[in-house]
T-cell receptor, first 115, second 114 residues
């Protein structure tokens, strides 16, 4: 049973629309992440956060933005969606490392299609 | 920079046969190594991890992996495949611990033939 929740699971939207992908976790984890996943490709980290009011860009450049106002909530926003944004977006969380091996807990993902 | 290579984007085995999924990495420092599994329409789930200590690591669902420093490998095995093992498997490496330092491979799709 997932302790990290993503909504919506599927989203089809037209070009130019603003969208927000929601991610919430109930584990009290400080660190949260957004990954982009395309078929046959590596997962790419696009954003992460160490805690409230902390946000960092990941390895893959993204036009999306994130916010972290509450520990449990880490939404991702696209101000103007484009077909190139079509992908699966995975949210994850982890504890602050105590011994450098804290695993990621993933949500079930949001599959975004921009037409 | 670290990198992960998973040999074979698709691996097909018969039910009851040995499962072997290959992972090689490059890292300039002793790595932390992970295998994650992704079932259809779900997020990734940790199978097992190597940080320090014993090089043979046992995970969930009967999977295990062996860290071989000389070969820079962390291959995943299971003695007897089950239909429920059909999924996508991702190898990942971190050179500084912590999930934000993770580099994932491209994944291997495991197909189980009845």
């Amino acid at each position: 049973e997932a302790d990290i929740y993503q909504t919506p699971r599927y989203l089809v939207i037209g070009t130019g629309k603003k969208i927000t992908l929601e991610c919430s976790q109930t584990m009290g984890h400080d660190k949260m992440y957004w990954y982009q996943q395309d078929p046959g490709m590596e997962l790419h980290l696009i954003h992460y956060s160490y805690g409230v009011n902390s946000t960092e860009k990941g390895d893959l450049s993204s036009e999306s933005t994130v916010s972290r106002i509450r520990t449990e909530h880490f939404p991702l926003t696209l101000e103007s969606a484009r077909p190139s944004h079509t992908s699966q977006y995975l949210c994850a969380s982890s504890e602050l490392e105590t011994d450098y091996n804290s695993p990621l807990h993933f949500g079930n993902g949001t599959r975004l299609t921009v037409t | 920079a670290q990198s992960v290579t998973q040999l074979g984007s698709h691996v097909s085995v018969s039910e009851g046969a040995l499962v072997l999924l290959r992972c090689n990495y490059s890292s300039s420092v002793p790595p932390y190594l992970f295998w994650y599994v992704q079932y259809p329409n779900q997020g990734l789930q940790l199978l097992l991890k190597y940080t320090t200590g014993a090089t043979l690591v046992k995970g969930i669902n009967g999977f295990e992996a062996e860290f071989k420093k000389s070969e820079t490998s962390f291959h995943l095995t299971k003695p007897s495949a089950h239909m429920s093992d059909a999924a996508e498997y991702f190898c990942a490496v971190s050179d500084r611990g912590g999930a934000d330092g993770l580099t994932f491979g491209k994944g291997t799709h495991l197909i189980i033939q009845p």
